[in-house]
């Protein structure tokens, strides 16, 4: 049985192995694929490109990574000096979302992922969340991730999902301030947004925290499992070509 192909939105940083110093390089956490691995997906790692998204002809899923800030220019902002984007992911992933959507394949946003979806659905974000709430506790310190409670809306996508999650993790500086045409449908207890959707498609979700460092990181099991259902089109285990290999599906 063919199992869910998933793409996974990944970073060009400069990078260390073996001799080599700074190099850049596509790398993604590997928390994301073990994830998706442990879920009884297969990952596909994506590096930026804009030059078109047909790659999503071959996905049964798409999973845009956290990283960097979006850039401001997206959403209509001048940058804050302590916004950090990375135009190229920008660009990359916005070509990937678009295709995906055409495709109606599920999608789940992860913190910068989250916030790419919101604005690519025509919404804004707070360049600079301690601000906003007037503390520092969704990012406490570099590379220390926060908890935090959060709760869902009840009958939504998220609330199916995450049912019986009262805590997340956190580690971001920016935030959704506007969703435009998404749903919002988790809170922190500051009233932070930590989750939106679609309702009028069957898996398009954000989290604003970091499901694959969590124990039991189920938005990415879910994308994994709406993934293999693919209610709109050919069942995954039924993609073979006509020589018995296993295939792919068009969209």
Do not use: K
């Not at 998933?6 to 060009?12: D, E, H, L, N, W």
């Not at 850039?71 to 995906?100: F, S």
């Not at 601000?131 to 959060?150: F, S």
């Amino acid at each position: 049985m063919t199992r869910p192909l998933i793409g996974i939105s990944a970073y060009v940083e400069p990078a260390d192995w073996a001799a080599w110093r700074a190099v850049p390089a596509v790398l993604v956490p590997e928390a994301y694929a073990r994830a998706v691995r442990a879920a009884g997906g297969r990952t596909v790692v994506l590096p930026p490109d804009d030059e078109d998204g047909d790659v999503v002809g071959v996905l049964d899923g798409l999973l845009l990574a956290g990283g960097a800030d979006v850039g401001p220019g997206r959403y209509g902002q001048p940058p804050d000096p302590r916004t950090e984007d990375r135009p190229d992911r920008d660009a990359g992933e916005l070509t990937l979302l678009a295709a995906a959507l055409d495709a109606d394949l599920p999608v789940l946003g992860v913190c910068r992922g989250m916030q790419l979806l919101a604005v690519a659905y025509g919404g804004t974000l707070h360049q600079h969340l301690p601000d906003v709430v007037g503390h520092e506790a969704h990012r406490p310190a570099p590379g220390v991730y926060g908890a935090h409670p959060v709760r869902f809306a009840p009958e939504s996508l998220a609330a199916t999902v995450l049912a019986g999650v009262d805590e997340v993790n956190s580690y971001h500086h920016q935030a959704v301030a506007d969703p435009g045409r998404l749903r919002v449908t988790g809170w922190a207890a500051d009233g932070v947004i930590e989750a939106v959707e679609d309702p009028r498609r069957a898996f398009v979700l954000g989290v604003q925290w970091h499901p694959e460092n969590e124990a039991d990181p189920r938005p990415i099991a879910a994308l994994v499992r709406a993934a293999g259902q693919r209610p709109w089109g050919t069942p995954v285990a039924a993609r073979e070509d006509p020589a018995g290999r296993a295939g792919s599906s068009a969209t």
